[in-house]
């Protein structure tokens, strides 16, 4: 049976991000995803995401800032472009309620300013002022963030897999793990293709983890639902390019964001957390009518030019109760690390991946993980 000293079980960007810094770490790795390279059944598909440092929890802010480093590592290793920084604003509606429990713009700059990153604090006449293509209503406090903007999706993901073979790491498509098993010094790795021994695994298969952890009494609380997100196709785009257009977010009762016109002539915008919940299994692909028309005319009063919906696709998120990440190795299991992303990773993937490959290889990580351990109760956390 192969030997290897770290196995990553799953390959989207979390999967892909820990087999890139373990191999870069010199460890022999192997990496196994279930379907093809490049597929859409997962959350690291299409082409944007948002990267921002604004965020409401000190250790988000700071894991963030650790984020633009490693991407930046990235560019340079790879000669390709991820990052298009934007600036983003936040806008807090007074009803900001919900799902993400920083809530107001003061819990946002309270943990800026405790990682000494600038901002600015704008009223709805400064951000009309900026952004005519806002149409704020009274009341609404915005966190402006110059540092924020997108990461390309798909070619992240691509580049850490490329990287990381690079560094001598097998990456395996179209191979399901089935089980783990526990051996004293490691953990054997059943797949559809054979079996495989590791000192450590990395479990980073978000929506279907639980099928793994499972049989190793270790399940972890998850919602999973399939998200949707729509390109809008503005009359002009001029006034929405990169450079002219912020990726933003809308928390009010419900959370929304969305981004500039970035790679094709329209623009892209979601609702977080929409609740459209179904396992992988039960996963339609077919977008709901009910959350595009609520998108559609919640567009229509934020960004009146937005134009017509052009099309819609779907993602899936994997939400902890507190949707906190889980970056902690199991804890019966210290040879089973999990990294899991609560539907809002992708921005820290290169350095949620170095510290899976820390934990794996060096049983220790210089980061602060202390919000990320494996969750008992549900609770209701700040992000
Ligand atoms: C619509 C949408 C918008 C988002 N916007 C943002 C954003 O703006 N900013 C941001 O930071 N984040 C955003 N996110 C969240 C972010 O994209 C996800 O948190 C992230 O992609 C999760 O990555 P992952 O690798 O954990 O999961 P996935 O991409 O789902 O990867 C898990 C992989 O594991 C594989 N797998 C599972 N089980 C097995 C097995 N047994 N054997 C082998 N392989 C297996 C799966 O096939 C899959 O490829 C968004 C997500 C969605 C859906």
């Known amino acids: ?66 984020a633009y480093r490693e991407w930046s590592n990235l560019e340079q290793r790879s000669g390709l472009q991820m990052l298009t920084i934007t600036g983003g604003v936040v806008f807090f509606s007074p009803d900001a309620t919900g799902i993400n429990s920083a809530n107001s713009a003061s819990e946002f700059t309270k943990s800026l300013d405790a990682n000494g990153l600038p901002y600015e604090l704008l009223s709805p006449q400064e951000v009309k002022k900026r952004w005519p293509q806002f149409n704020l209503p009274q009341g609404v406090e915005t966190v402006f963030t110059a540092d924020s903007g997108i ?136 977008h709901s009518p009910q959350l595009l028309e609520q998108l559609t005319s919640f567009m229509e009063a934020l960004i009146p030019a937005k134009g017509q919906p052009l099309r819609t696709v779907t993602c899936q998120y994997a939400i902890t109760p507190d949707r906190q990440f889980i970056i902690s190795p199991l804890e019966k299991y210290k040879n089973i690390i999990v990294g899991l992303g609560g539907g809002h990773i992708f921005k820290f993937a290169p350095a949620v991946g170095r510290i899976l490959a820390e934990l794996a290889i060096d049983g220790k990580t210089d980061s602060d993980i202390s919000l990320f351990g494996i969750p008992r109760t549900p609770t209701s956390s700040k992000l």
Do not use: C
């Open 1 to 66: 049976m192969d030997q290897f000293d770290v196995a990553v079980v799953g390959l989207g960007v979390v999967g892909s991000a820990a087999a890139y810094q373990a191999a870069l770490k010199g460890a022999k790795t192997i990496g196994f995803e279930q379907f093809e390279f490049g597929h859409v059944r997962g959350a690291s598909s299409d082409t944007s995401r948002i990267v921002r440092t604004s965020y409401g929890t000190p250790e988000y802010v700071k894991l963030a800032q650790d």
């Open 151 to 286: 990461v390309h999706a798909g070619r992240s993901v691509a580049a850490f897999q490329n990287e990381a073979r690079q560094e001598g790491a097998i990456l395996r498509e179209n191979t399901r793990v089935d089980k783990i098993i526990p051996v004293p010094d490691g953990v054997v790795i059943k797949t559809s293709k054979g079996q495989f021994r590791a000192a450590k695994v990395i479990l980073a298969a978000d929506a279907w983890i639980n099928r793994l952890l499972k049989p190793l009494d270790a399940e972890i609380p998850l919602t999973v639902m399939q998200e949707q997100v729509t390109y809008f196709k503005p009359h002009d785009l001029a006034p929405f390019e990169t450079t002219k257009f912020p990726v933003w977010i809308w928390g009010g009762k419900e959370w929304f964001y969305g981004f500039p016109s970035y790679g094709e002539p329209s623009i892209k915008a979601g609702r977080d957390i929409a609740n459209n919940i179904m396992t992988p299994e039960q996963r339609t692909f077919a």
